[in-house]
């Protein structure tokens, strides 16, 4: 497992796509803190965390449209179902070489708050709380990603359908306006990510929010091994 892990890590940099996605990331939540905070001469970071939020829509996209449409199109595949390792450690080097990047940009970016600290008293446990979402919320979506990458060949359909795919999760409680129905509308707000959000947004750390969160993340790497568990036996 570590042996794939740090394959698929050392991957990201040699090839354009980790330098791509962490110059996006980085160049993106600079340019949002500065106009958000900086520019506004204020110590809310609220609409920071939320464009941040959906840029994951874009983002994540990057770092799981090839985890296995590129084996697959490159007939490498078989030699990963045939490697000395569990499905379930090969699904998990893959999820966490591309997590170890997210999370290392995210750190990353964190330094921008240092800043905000020197020109104002901006409140820790709302950024603590909104990093540690941010992060859950990153992984769930990376889990996704790479389930669907999983499903094809075409690193371009993998990014279409997981853009389409995230952007149905953030969205999906907007919905509620257009029905009546009580249970529905329950249910349509349980399943958005944006709507489990919230809280963390507001500062308070939801228990609830972080089992979806991580209940969302075992879901599709367990399915992610039951697609390569079937075709290991195609």
Not at 168 to 183: E, F, G, Q, T, Y
Request: charged content about 10%; aromatic content about 16%.
């Amino acid at each position: 497992m570590f042996a794939i892990y740090k394959r698929e890590l050392r991957s990201f940099f040699t090839t354009p796509i980790g330098y791509i996605f962490c110059a996006i990331f980085l160049c993106f939540s600079a340019g949002v803190f500065c106009y958000s905070t900086l520019y506004q001469m204020s110590a809310d970071t609220t609409t920071y965390f939320t464009a941040m939020l959906f840029s994951l829509v874009i983002l994540v996209p990057l770092l799981s449209m090839r985890s296995f449409s590129e084996e697959r199109k490159t007939k490498t595949e078989q030699l990963l179902l045939s490697a000395p390792v569990s499905l379930t450690g090969m699904v998990m080097a893959k999820f966490l070489a591309s997590y170890t990047v997210f999370f290392g940009c995210t750190l990353v970016s964190s330094l921008n708050f240092i800043i905000l600290y020197t020109h104002a008293e901006p409140k820790t446990a709302l950024i603590l709380c909104n990093l540690a979402a941010f992060l859950l919320v990153g992984m769930a979506f990376l889990a996704i990603g790479i389930f669907i990458s999983a499903m094809t060949e075409s690193q371009l359909a993998a990014s279409v359908i997981t853009v389409a795919t995230l952007l149905v999760l953030l969205l999906i409680s907007m919905l509620n306006s257009l029905i009546s129905v009580s249970w529905i509308r329950f249910l349509l707000s349980g399943l958005s990510v944006f709507s489990r959000y919230q809280n963390f947004s507001n500062g308070i750390f939801d228990v609830a929010a972080l089992v979806y969160y991580l209940s969302l993340t075992a879901l599709f790497l367990f399915l992610t091994v039951r697609v390569f568990d079937r075709r290991r036996y195609a």
